[in-house]
């Protein structure tokens, strides 16, 4: 009987030791320790990058940048949003530096007024439109543009802007993180 009782207790013991070494549901296997600090989230975590979040910061450098659109599905002049290795959003806007005589005659939301933001869902869907568009503009002066790639985003504006303008963008747009 004293050898029953032993081996019960034993049994509960070592049952109680091993359920605390169990992990449940509630805990995933790279939890971090107890005493460990909380894990931040970062701001880049928290939202993706769009082309409103990216005008939203390249905009406090480069401060005569003014919102002028945003880009949708229904009044996509390209027809290119969404669509497999395209923009996944789009905005565009006027830069205040551009004489309304030299752009007279052209569309709200041309780049010719200012720019575009077009983010992609990869640097080399970025990449891949910045080369085309600087293929087909080459030969076309009145449709060059300048074009600065910085990851999945693309910055495109226009030829309006002189080499020293443009500038501040591209340094606005290699700050995005």
């Known amino acids: 009987m004293k050898r029953t009782l032993a081996i019960a207790a034993s049994s509960i013991v070592i ?8 992990s449940d549901n509630s805990h995933s296997s790279d939890s971090a320790p107890a005493n460990a600090a909380p894990r931040r989230t970062t ?16 905009s406090t450098l480069a401060n005569t940048a003014k919102l002028s659109g945003t880009v949708t599905s229904d009044n996509d002049p390209n027809h290119l949003l969404g669509r497999p290795n395209q923009y ?5 806007f006027d830069d205040t530096r551009i004489s309304a005589d030299d752009v007279s005659g052209t569309d709200k939301g041309d ?3 200012g720019g575009a933001i077009e983010v992609f869902g990869s640097p080399a869907d970025a990449q891949a439109r910045a ?3 600087q293929s087909v503009t080459k ?4 449709l060059s543009e300048y074009d600065y790639v910085h990851g999945a985003v693309l910055v495109r504006l226009s030829h309006y802007l002189t080499p020293k303008q443009a500038a501040d963008y591209k340094t606005a747009t290699s700050n995005l993180g």
């Open 15 to 22: 049952t109680a030791g091993l359920a605390g070494c169990t």
């Open 43 to 58: 701001a880049a975590q928290a939202k993706p990058l769009t082309a409103q979040t990216a005008f939203a910061k390249i």
């Open 88 to 92: 996944t959003s789009k905005i565009t």
């Open 111 to 113: 780049v010719d007024r």
């Open 131 to 133: 080369k085309y568009l």
């Open 139 to 142: 030969s076309l002066p009145m």
